[in-house]
C-alpha cells in the first residue's frame, strides 16, 4: 500500500492542495462574500467536503514522507519529497485557518 502511494505522492500532494483551498476560504464562504445560488452551494458543498477530507490526506502525506525518507537512497533532494512538505504545510495552514475562522468568526 504505501508503494502504491509512493509512487503517486505528486497527485496526492495536487488533490491535498486542492481540497485545501475551501479551508483558506471559510471566512468568505461563513459570512457569504460569495454570491449565492449554485456557486455558493458549489463552494459549500466543496466545502464540509474538505473538512473532513482534507485531514485524512495530511495523514496519508505524512505517512508517505515518511517512507520516502527511508526509503533507500538519496531522496531529500526528490521531487516527490518537495511536493509532499508542501502539500503537508499547505494542509496544516488551511486547517488552521478553518479553525481560527471556527473559534474567532
Known amino acids: 500500500m504505501a508503494r502504491i502511494l509512493v509512487e503517486n505522492s505528486k497527485v496526492l500532494a495536487i488533490i491535498t492542495v486542492i481540497m485545501s483551498i475551501p479551508l483558506f476560504l471559510s471566512y468568505n464562504?461563513?459570512?457569504?462574500l460569495f454570491p449565492e445560488g449554485l456557486p455558493f452551494v458549489f463552494l459549500f458543498s466543496w466545502g464540509l467536503v474538505s473538512v473532513f477530507l482534507v485531514p485524512i490526506l495530511l495523514l496519508i502525506e505524512i505517512v508517505v514522507l515518511w517512507t520516502l525518507l527511508q526509503s533507500p537512497g538519496d531522496n531529500l533532494g526528490s521531487i516527490h519529497v518537495m511536493y509532499t512538505i508542501c502539500s503537508i504545510c499547505v494542509a496544516i495552514l488551511s486547517i488552521a485557518v478553518f479553525y481560527v475562522v471556527r473559534v474567532f468568526f
Do not use: L, Y
Not at 464562504?29 to 457569504?32: E, G, L, Q, T, Y
Open 29 to 32: 464562504i461563513k459570512h457569504v
